[in-house]
């Protein structure tokens, strides 16, 4: 198994550019989400899914989309970007939606915003 | 919503020693408290979580006590080695669509 994969792993943006940050797992996991990771204040859920065609918010929505059209693939949409994302996104899975079992994080995409 | 403290934010201990790294939360409703390591631009990895119906859990080098009443829980590391420098960070959740909420972190350097 691959795990959980991420695409690119680096990007750079102008502001108001928009891009989609891949995430695939192949693991038959029902949970996914998206975290950013900013210095000095650890992971901050800004989207999640508990199956195909089910996602919602979580603490830091704004600015970002997100669809679950299948069970591997959970994209993250920037609609228009801003320097207030630059950032580290990681993309997690887990086998349950219960929320106590294990979250599996892809590598990270490492995003800038000029 | 659920707010989980993380202290300290850094931490040097010397190569043997301990490492006691303490969160609290403020949701009593939480009942799962994993612990995340995740080294210098790496991904956080699980090294060790707890259920509300337990007071202590150990895995070899690295033990997490949980304190319900005061809402507090704690991951201790014993004889500490270079390779435990890396930031941890705790979470806390109440089992709703797998909602975790993050500590800050903690940055720990073990000196040889």
């Known amino acids: 198994n691959a795990g959980v994969t991420q695409t690119p792993k680096f990007q750079v943006l102008k502001t108001g550019q928009s891009m989609t940050l891949q995430c695939a797992q192949d693991m038959n996991h029902e949970y996914m989400s998206w975290y950013r990771q900013d210095p000095g204040m650890g992971l901050r859920l800004i989207h999640y899914s508990v199956g195909a065609g089910i996602t919602d918010q979580g603490e830091v929505p704004n600015g970002y989309n997100v669809s679950r059209s299948t069970t591997e693939d959970f994209p993250l949409r920037l609609l228009s970007a801003a320097p207030s994302q630059t950032s580290v996104y990681f993309c997690a899975s887990s086998l349950q939606t219960s929320g106590t079992d294990t979250q599996y994080f892809g590598p990270g995409t490492r995003l800038t915003v000029l | ?112």
């Open chain 2, 1 to 112: 919503g659920e707010n989980v403290e993380q202290h300290p934010s850094t931490l040097s201990v010397q190569e043997g020693d301990s490492a006691v790294i303490k969160c609290t939360y403020s949701d009593s409703a939480s009942n799962y408290f994993p612990w995340y390591k995740q080294e210098l631009g790496k991904r956080p990895q699980l090294i060790i979580d707890i259920r509300s119906n337990v007071g202590e859990k150990k895995d070899q080098r690295i033990a997490v006590t949980l304190n319900k009443t005061a809402k507090h829980f704690s991951l201790h590391i014993t004889e500490t080695q270079p390779e435990d420098s890396a930031v941890y960070f705790c979470a806390a959740s109440r089992g709703s669509w797998g909602k975790l909420q993050f500590g800050a972190g903690t940055q720990v350097v073990v000196t040889p």
